[in-house]
Protein backbone atom coordinates (compact mmCIF):
# COMPACT_ATOMS: atom_id res chain seq x y z
CA UNK A 1 0.00 0.00 0.00
CA UNK A 2 3.00 2.43 0.76
CA UNK A 3 4.44 1.31 -2.88
CA UNK A 4 1.27 3.18 -4.24
CA UNK A 5 1.28 5.65 -2.02
CA UNK A 6 4.54 6.68 -3.11
CA UNK A 7 3.47 7.07 -6.72
CA UNK A 8 0.82 9.54 -6.02
CA UNK A 9 -2.03 7.31 -4.35
CA UNK A 10 -3.57 9.54 -2.08
CA UNK A 11 -5.31 12.78 -2.42
CA UNK A 12 -3.81 14.82 1.14
CA UNK A 13 -1.29 17.66 0.71
CA UNK A 14 1.80 17.09 2.36
CA UNK A 15 4.49 20.10 2.49
CA UNK A 16 7.36 17.79 2.32
CA UNK A 17 9.37 18.24 -1.31
CA UNK A 18 7.50 15.99 -3.34
CA UNK A 19 10.54 13.82 -3.88
CA UNK A 20 11.10 13.31 -0.29
CA UNK A 21 7.84 11.91 0.23
CA UNK A 22 7.86 9.61 -2.63
CA UNK A 23 11.39 8.34 -1.86
CA UNK A 24 11.14 8.20 1.98
CA UNK A 25 9.41 4.24 1.71
CA UNK A 26 12.22 3.24 -0.93
CA UNK A 27 15.25 4.55 1.83
CA UNK A 28 13.00 2.84 4.82
CA UNK A 29 12.99 -0.78 2.78
CA UNK A 30 17.08 -0.08 2.63
CA UNK A 31 17.24 0.76 6.27
CA UNK A 32 15.27 -2.56 7.09
CA UNK A 33 17.00 -5.05 4.97
CA UNK A 34 20.45 -3.62 6.42
CA UNK A 35 19.16 -4.52 9.72
CA UNK A 36 17.80 -7.64 9.47
CA UNK A 37 21.04 -9.16 7.90
CA UNK A 38 23.67 -7.39 10.22
CA UNK A 39 22.85 -5.94 13.37
CA UNK A 40 19.68 -8.35 14.23
CA UNK A 41 21.31 -11.50 12.05
CA UNK A 42 21.51 -13.13 15.85
CA UNK A 43 17.86 -13.01 16.46
CA UNK A 44 15.60 -16.06 15.28
CA UNK A 45 13.60 -15.19 12.63
CA UNK A 46 9.85 -15.40 14.38
CA UNK A 47 11.86 -12.03 16.82
CA UNK A 48 12.46 -10.12 13.23
CA UNK A 49 9.09 -10.62 11.72
CA UNK A 50 7.53 -9.74 15.08
CA UNK A 51 9.25 -6.36 15.08
CA UNK A 52 8.43 -5.80 11.65
CA UNK A 53 4.37 -5.93 12.64
CA UNK A 54 5.21 -3.89 15.59
CA UNK A 55 6.63 -1.13 13.37
CA UNK A 56 3.71 -1.48 11.21
CA UNK A 57 1.50 -1.44 13.85
CA UNK A 58 3.04 1.84 15.09
CA UNK A 59 2.73 3.51 11.64
CA UNK A 60 -1.06 2.65 11.47
CA UNK A 61 -1.68 4.43 14.31
CA UNK A 62 0.49 7.25 13.46
CA UNK A 63 -1.55 7.75 9.84
CA UNK A 64 -4.94 7.08 11.99
CA UNK A 65 -4.50 9.91 14.94
CA UNK A 66 -1.66 12.34 13.40
CA UNK A 67 -3.18 12.10 9.27
CA UNK A 68 -2.91 16.01 9.30
CA UNK A 69 0.45 15.84 10.67
CA UNK A 70 3.24 16.16 7.84
CA UNK A 71 5.60 14.58 10.15
CA UNK A 72 3.69 11.60 11.59
CA UNK A 73 2.95 10.78 7.66
CA UNK A 74 6.55 10.97 6.82
CA UNK A 75 7.65 8.92 9.75
CA UNK A 76 5.11 6.43 9.40
CA UNK A 77 5.81 5.74 5.91
CA UNK A 78 9.75 5.10 6.90
CA UNK A 79 8.79 2.78 9.84
CA UNK A 80 6.44 1.11 7.26
CA UNK A 81 9.39 0.80 5.25
CA UNK A 82 11.90 -0.54 7.70
CA UNK A 83 9.53 -3.46 8.13
CA UNK A 84 8.92 -4.31 5.17
CA UNK A 85 12.63 -4.39 4.70
CA UNK A 86 13.07 -6.21 8.15
CA UNK A 87 10.34 -8.75 6.85
CA UNK A 88 11.40 -9.53 2.85
CA UNK A 89 14.40 -11.08 3.34
CA UNK A 90 13.57 -13.16 6.41
CA UNK A 91 10.54 -14.16 4.84
CA UNK A 92 11.78 -15.00 1.47
CA UNK A 93 15.06 -17.05 3.42
CA UNK A 94 12.29 -18.64 5.60
CA UNK A 95 9.56 -19.34 3.33
CA UNK A 96 12.48 -21.25 1.35
CA UNK A 97 13.59 -23.38 3.67
CA UNK A 98 10.83 -24.89 5.23
CA UNK A 99 8.60 -25.63 2.55
CA UNK A 100 8.62 -28.86 0.71
CA UNK A 101 9.70 -29.06 -3.27
CA UNK A 102 5.86 -29.89 -4.38
CA UNK A 103 4.84 -25.98 -2.48
CA UNK A 104 7.87 -24.14 -2.59
CA UNK A 105 7.22 -21.80 -5.45
CA UNK A 106 3.53 -21.17 -4.16
CA UNK A 107 4.74 -20.48 -0.34
CA UNK A 108 7.60 -18.18 -2.17
CA UNK A 109 5.32 -16.32 -4.24
CA UNK A 110 3.38 -14.71 -1.77
CA UNK A 111 5.60 -12.55 -1.46
CA UNK A 112 5.02 -10.25 -4.34
CA UNK A 113 1.41 -11.60 -4.50
CA UNK A 114 0.77 -9.86 -1.28
CA UNK A 115 2.42 -6.88 -2.86
CA UNK A 116 0.36 -6.81 -5.98
CA UNK A 117 -2.51 -6.94 -3.71
CA UNK A 118 -1.72 -3.73 -1.22
CA UNK A 119 -1.22 -1.60 -4.38
CA UNK A 120 -5.07 -2.95 -5.58
CA UNK A 121 -6.49 -1.96 -1.68
CA UNK A 122 -4.19 1.80 -2.44
CA UNK A 123 -5.17 2.47 -5.88
CA UNK A 124 -8.96 1.43 -5.55
CA UNK A 125 -9.66 2.80 -2.37
CA UNK A 126 -8.18 6.09 -3.17
CA UNK A 127 -9.60 6.80 -6.50
CA UNK A 128 -12.98 6.21 -4.77
CA UNK A 129 -12.67 7.71 -1.48
CA UNK A 130 -14.36 11.26 -0.54
CA UNK A 131 -11.81 12.79 1.19
CA UNK A 132 -14.55 15.56 2.40
CA UNK A 133 -15.63 12.64 4.41
CA UNK A 134 -14.56 13.05 8.35
CA UNK A 135 -11.80 9.72 7.76
CA UNK A 136 -9.22 11.20 5.16
CA UNK A 137 -7.54 8.52 2.67
CA UNK A 138 -4.60 8.82 5.32
CA UNK A 139 -6.54 8.11 8.28
CA UNK A 140 -7.94 4.98 6.51
CA UNK A 141 -5.12 3.97 5.11
CA UNK A 142 -3.98 4.10 9.37
CA UNK A 143 -7.22 1.85 9.95
CA UNK A 144 -6.65 -1.11 7.51
CA UNK A 145 -2.60 -1.08 8.73
CA UNK A 146 -3.80 -1.66 12.67
CA UNK A 147 -6.25 -4.16 11.41
CA UNK A 148 -3.69 -6.24 9.43
CA UNK A 149 -0.65 -5.74 11.73
CA UNK A 150 -3.02 -6.99 14.51
CA UNK A 151 -4.13 -10.27 12.87
CA UNK A 152 -0.35 -10.75 11.71
CA UNK A 153 0.29 -10.83 15.15
CA UNK A 154 -2.10 -13.07 15.96
CA UNK A 155 -0.99 -15.64 13.50
CA UNK A 156 2.75 -15.16 14.87
CA UNK A 157 1.42 -17.70 17.15
CA UNK A 158 1.93 -19.93 13.68
CA UNK A 159 5.06 -19.20 13.09
CA UNK A 160 7.33 -21.90 12.63
CA UNK A 161 11.12 -21.40 12.62
CA UNK A 162 13.63 -22.37 9.40
CA UNK A 163 15.13 -26.19 10.44
CA UNK A 164 18.30 -24.66 8.78
CA UNK A 165 18.30 -22.27 11.96
CA UNK A 166 18.56 -24.89 15.01
CA UNK A 167 21.01 -27.03 12.19
CA UNK A 168 23.50 -24.10 12.12
CA UNK A 169 22.84 -23.87 16.03
CA UNK A 170 23.71 -27.68 16.44
CA UNK A 171 20.20 -28.38 17.82
CA UNK A 172 18.84 -31.22 16.16
CA UNK A 173 16.15 -32.14 17.91
CA UNK A 174 14.65 -28.32 17.15
CA UNK A 175 15.30 -28.78 13.69
CA UNK A 176 13.56 -32.03 13.46
CA UNK A 177 10.36 -30.47 15.40
CA UNK A 178 9.88 -27.62 13.34
CA UNK A 179 10.07 -30.15 10.20
CA UNK A 180 7.40 -32.18 11.96
CA UNK A 181 5.33 -29.26 12.96
CA UNK A 182 4.62 -28.44 9.26
CA UNK A 183 2.95 -32.25 8.50
CA UNK A 184 -0.75 -33.06 8.43
CA UNK A 185 -1.21 -34.23 10.86
CA UNK A 186 1.91 -32.71 13.24
CA UNK A 187 4.51 -35.81 13.53
CA UNK A 188 8.11 -37.22 12.50
CA UNK A 189 7.47 -39.07 9.74
CA UNK A 190 9.67 -40.86 6.66
CA UNK A 191 9.56 -37.43 4.89
CA UNK A 192 10.31 -35.20 7.72
CA UNK A 193 13.22 -37.68 8.13
CA UNK A 194 13.98 -37.37 4.62
CA UNK A 195 13.82 -34.08 4.30
CA UNK A 196 16.01 -32.90 7.63
CA UNK A 197 19.02 -35.09 6.54
CA UNK A 198 18.69 -33.10 3.07
CA UNK A 199 18.79 -29.71 4.94
CA UNK A 200 21.75 -31.48 7.05
CA UNK A 201 23.71 -32.11 4.07
CA UNK A 202 22.77 -28.63 2.38
CA UNK A 203 24.58 -27.35 5.88
CA UNK A 204 27.47 -29.50 5.77
CA UNK A 205 28.39 -28.69 1.42
CA UNK A 206 28.02 -24.92 2.53
CA UNK A 207 30.48 -25.40 5.89
CA UNK A 208 33.15 -26.45 3.64
CA UNK A 209 33.73 -23.48 1.23
CA UNK A 210 34.77 -19.45 3.11
CA UNK A 211 32.54 -16.92 2.63
CA UNK A 212 35.05 -15.92 0.32
CA UNK A 213 34.05 -19.09 -2.04
CA UNK A 214 30.36 -18.41 -1.15
CA UNK A 215 29.75 -15.02 -2.06
CA UNK A 216 32.08 -16.48 -5.50
CA UNK A 217 29.77 -19.13 -5.96
CA UNK A 218 26.93 -16.05 -5.93
CA UNK A 219 27.82 -13.91 -8.24
CA UNK A 220 26.43 -15.56 -11.14
CA UNK A 221 22.80 -16.19 -9.01
CA UNK A 222 23.05 -12.37 -8.23
CA UNK A 223 23.46 -10.93 -11.56
CA UNK A 224 20.83 -12.94 -12.68
CA UNK A 225 18.76 -11.88 -9.97
CA UNK A 226 19.57 -8.02 -10.65
CA UNK A 227 18.08 -9.08 -14.24
CA UNK A 228 15.33 -10.88 -13.21
CA UNK A 229 14.12 -8.95 -9.90
CA UNK A 230 15.74 -5.85 -9.11
CA UNK A 231 15.87 -3.61 -12.41
CA UNK A 232 12.68 -5.53 -13.78
CA UNK A 233 10.09 -5.07 -11.15
CA UNK A 234 11.16 -1.64 -10.31
CA UNK A 235 10.08 -1.01 -13.75
CA UNK A 236 6.94 -2.80 -13.39
CA UNK A 237 5.51 -0.43 -11.49
CA UNK A 238 7.17 3.14 -11.13
CA UNK A 239 6.53 6.89 -11.30
CA UNK A 240 6.75 7.18 -15.23
CA UNK A 241 4.18 4.45 -15.61
CA UNK A 242 1.73 5.93 -13.29
CA UNK A 243 1.81 9.24 -14.78
CA UNK A 244 1.37 7.56 -18.15
CA UNK A 245 -2.10 6.09 -16.83
CA UNK A 246 -2.89 9.84 -15.31
CA UNK A 247 -2.09 11.21 -18.01
CA UNK A 248 -4.21 8.26 -20.43
CA UNK A 249 -7.12 9.66 -18.49
CA UNK A 250 -7.64 13.16 -18.52
CA UNK A 251 -10.37 12.85 -21.23
CA UNK A 252 -12.57 10.39 -18.66
CA UNK A 253 -14.37 11.68 -15.43
CA UNK A 254 -14.86 7.84 -14.16
CA UNK A 255 -12.01 6.40 -12.19
CA UNK A 256 -12.75 2.80 -13.48
CA UNK A 257 -9.49 2.68 -15.04
CA UNK A 258 -7.57 2.99 -11.61
CA UNK A 259 -9.96 -0.20 -10.13
CA UNK A 260 -9.27 -2.37 -13.48
CA UNK A 261 -5.02 -1.35 -13.24
CA UNK A 262 -4.98 -2.28 -9.91
CA UNK A 263 -7.56 -5.38 -9.94
CA UNK A 264 -5.16 -6.81 -13.55
CA UNK A 265 -2.37 -6.84 -11.47
CA UNK A 266 -3.86 -9.06 -8.60
CA UNK A 267 -5.69 -11.40 -11.45
CA UNK A 268 -2.37 -12.33 -13.02
CA UNK A 269 -0.57 -12.98 -9.98
CA UNK A 270 -3.87 -15.04 -8.99
CA UNK A 271 -3.05 -17.12 -11.76
CA UNK A 272 0.86 -17.16 -12.10
CA UNK A 273 0.52 -18.34 -7.84
CA UNK A 274 -1.66 -21.12 -8.89
CA UNK A 275 0.36 -22.41 -11.78
CA UNK A 276 3.60 -22.22 -10.09
CA UNK A 277 4.06 -25.48 -8.85
CA UNK A 278 2.09 -27.40 -11.45
CA UNK A 279 3.81 -26.47 -14.55
CA UNK A 280 6.97 -24.72 -15.39
CA UNK A 281 8.53 -21.51 -13.99
CA UNK A 282 11.03 -20.88 -17.15
CA UNK A 283 9.20 -20.45 -20.00
CA UNK A 284 6.30 -18.53 -18.51
CA UNK A 285 8.05 -16.13 -16.42
CA UNK A 286 10.63 -14.94 -19.54
CA UNK A 287 7.54 -14.76 -21.92
CA UNK A 288 5.67 -12.46 -19.49
CA UNK A 289 8.64 -10.63 -19.15
CA UNK A 290 9.28 -10.13 -22.77
CA UNK A 291 5.39 -8.71 -22.86
CA UNK A 292 6.06 -6.29 -19.92
CA UNK A 293 8.58 -4.76 -22.16
CA UNK A 294 6.74 -4.83 -24.99
CA UNK A 295 3.97 -2.96 -24.11
CA UNK A 296 6.58 -0.21 -22.19
CA UNK A 297 7.80 -0.11 -25.45
CA UNK A 298 3.95 0.11 -27.07
CA UNK A 299 3.37 2.82 -24.30
CA UNK A 300 6.64 5.25 -25.05
CA UNK A 301 5.51 4.69 -29.02
CA UNK A 302 1.85 6.07 -27.91
CA UNK A 303 3.35 8.87 -25.24
CA UNK A 304 6.52 9.90 -28.11
CA UNK A 305 4.60 12.69 -30.40
CA UNK A 306 2.54 15.25 -28.33
CA UNK A 307 -0.63 15.53 -30.50
CA UNK A 308 -1.19 11.77 -29.30
CA UNK A 309 -2.24 13.98 -26.47
CA UNK A 310 -4.88 15.38 -27.66
CA UNK A 311 -6.27 12.28 -28.93
CA UNK A 312 -8.80 9.99 -26.98
CA UNK A 313 -8.42 7.53 -29.49
CA UNK A 314 -4.40 7.09 -28.82
CA UNK A 315 -5.19 8.20 -24.56
CA UNK A 316 -7.77 5.22 -24.65
CA UNK A 317 -5.16 2.95 -26.28
CA UNK A 318 -2.52 3.68 -23.98
CA UNK A 319 -5.00 3.01 -21.05
CA UNK A 320 -5.61 -0.34 -22.59
CA UNK A 321 -1.80 -1.22 -22.82
CA UNK A 322 -1.46 -0.41 -18.98
CA UNK A 323 -4.05 -2.24 -17.80
CA UNK A 324 -2.96 -5.04 -19.90
CA UNK A 325 0.45 -4.62 -18.58
CA UNK A 326 -0.25 -4.86 -14.95
CA UNK A 327 -1.94 -8.45 -15.57
CA UNK A 328 1.51 -9.44 -16.93
CA UNK A 329 3.50 -8.01 -14.26
CA UNK A 330 1.29 -9.23 -11.63
CA UNK A 331 1.56 -12.52 -13.65
CA UNK A 332 5.45 -12.19 -13.46
CA UNK A 333 6.62 -10.46 -10.25
CA UNK A 334 5.70 -13.94 -8.37
CA UNK A 335 8.21 -16.08 -10.32
CA UNK A 336 10.75 -13.27 -9.23
CA UNK A 337 10.60 -14.27 -4.90
CA UNK A 338 10.67 -17.79 -6.57
CA UNK A 339 13.66 -17.06 -7.99
CA UNK A 340 15.17 -15.05 -5.36
CA UNK A 341 14.14 -17.87 -2.67
CA UNK A 342 15.91 -20.27 -4.76
CA UNK A 343 18.86 -18.47 -6.10
CA UNK A 344 21.71 -17.76 -3.97
CA UNK A 345 24.24 -20.46 -1.37
CA UNK A 346 23.14 -20.86 1.78
CA UNK A 347 25.70 -18.89 3.87
CA UNK A 348 25.55 -16.00 1.48
CA UNK A 349 21.83 -15.83 0.52
CA UNK A 350 21.03 -12.61 3.56
CA UNK A 351 23.78 -10.72 1.63
CA UNK A 352 22.59 -11.42 -1.69
CA UNK A 353 19.11 -10.99 -1.63
CA UNK A 354 19.90 -8.14 0.81
CA UNK A 355 21.90 -6.55 -2.28
CA UNK A 356 19.21 -7.32 -4.88
CA UNK A 357 16.27 -5.68 -2.80
CA UNK A 358 18.33 -2.86 -2.41
CA UNK A 359 19.15 -2.19 -5.56
CA UNK A 360 15.48 -2.82 -6.66
CA UNK A 361 14.53 0.41 -3.98
CA UNK A 362 17.98 2.13 -5.93
CA UNK A 363 16.57 1.42 -9.15
CA UNK A 364 13.26 3.27 -8.34
CA UNK A 365 14.89 6.36 -6.43
CA UNK A 366 16.71 7.02 -9.52
CA UNK A 367 13.87 7.38 -11.64
CA UNK A 368 11.54 9.48 -9.06
CA UNK A 369 14.72 11.64 -9.14
CA UNK A 370 15.57 11.79 -12.70
CA UNK A 371 11.48 12.25 -13.38
CA UNK A 372 10.58 14.97 -15.56
CA UNK A 373 7.44 14.66 -17.70
CA UNK A 374 8.75 16.06 -20.61
CA UNK A 375 10.77 12.80 -20.84
CA UNK A 376 7.91 10.22 -20.18
CA UNK A 377 8.30 8.81 -23.79
CA UNK A 378 11.93 8.22 -23.54
CA UNK A 379 11.51 6.94 -20.02
CA UNK A 380 9.25 4.28 -21.00
CA UNK A 381 10.99 3.33 -24.49
CA UNK A 382 14.44 2.97 -22.32
CA UNK A 383 12.48 0.73 -19.73
CA UNK A 384 10.93 -1.41 -22.41
CA UNK A 385 14.26 -1.68 -23.99
CA UNK A 386 15.68 -2.87 -20.90
CA UNK A 387 13.68 -5.31 -19.88
CA UNK A 388 13.62 -6.64 -23.23
CA UNK A 389 17.60 -6.95 -23.06
CA UNK A 390 16.91 -8.92 -19.25
CA UNK A 391 14.19 -11.04 -20.87
CA UNK A 392 17.18 -12.15 -23.79
CA UNK A 393 19.54 -12.46 -21.09
CA UNK A 394 17.52 -14.79 -18.92
CA UNK A 395 16.12 -16.66 -21.31
CA UNK A 396 19.45 -18.13 -21.65
CA UNK A 397 20.45 -18.10 -18.61
CA UNK A 398 17.67 -19.20 -16.01
CA UNK A 399 17.01 -22.71 -14.75
CA UNK A 400 14.22 -24.68 -14.82
CA UNK A 401 13.81 -25.00 -10.75
CA UNK A 402 10.24 -26.81 -10.11
CA UNK A 403 9.99 -29.79 -8.65
CA UNK A 404 13.71 -30.15 -7.51
CA UNK A 405 15.30 -30.21 -3.83
CA UNK A 406 16.63 -26.40 -2.58
CA UNK A 407 20.41 -27.84 -2.90
CA UNK A 408 19.38 -28.81 -6.25
CA UNK A 409 18.05 -25.38 -7.32
CA UNK A 410 20.96 -23.77 -5.38
CA UNK A 411 23.58 -25.42 -8.10
CA UNK A 412 21.27 -24.84 -11.15
CA UNK A 413 21.22 -21.49 -10.52
CA UNK A 414 25.54 -21.15 -10.62
CA UNK A 415 25.86 -22.29 -13.35
CA UNK A 416 25.92 -19.32 -16.19
CA UNK A 417 23.69 -21.37 -19.12
CA UNK A 418 22.26 -24.31 -17.25
CA UNK A 419 21.84 -27.48 -19.38
Known amino acids: MNLAMSFGWFHDTVSYSEKHFTCSWFIGVMIGT ?15 MALSVLLILIEGILFTTASDNDDAILGGRYL ?22 SN ?12 SFGVMIQLVYS ?14 HGIIDIILALMAAIL ?13 KGDDASALESLACLQKPPGITMEVQARFEEHKAMVREQNIFTMRQIFRQGQIPLLKMIFCRSMTVAFCFSLPLNAALLTSMDFMESSWPLTAFGCARVIGASISINL ?11 LSAMFVGAFLITLGALFWFEENYLNPNYMNAAISVCIALQAFVGFFTPYTS ?15 MAACINLEQIFQIILIETWNFEHLALNLLIQGLLVIMGFAFLSLT ?22
Open 276 to 286: MDKIQRKLPSI
Open 34 to 48: YLSIDPLKCLAKKFI
Open 127 to 140: SVWDNSESISIICL
Open 104 to 115: RGHCLAMEQYSL
Open 156 to 168: MIHFVESPIYYIQ
Open 80 to 101: NGIAIGLATVQYLINAGEISAA
Open 338 to 352: VFMGEAFPLRGKPYL
Open 398 to 419: LPETRRTSLAEAHRRFWKLVPK
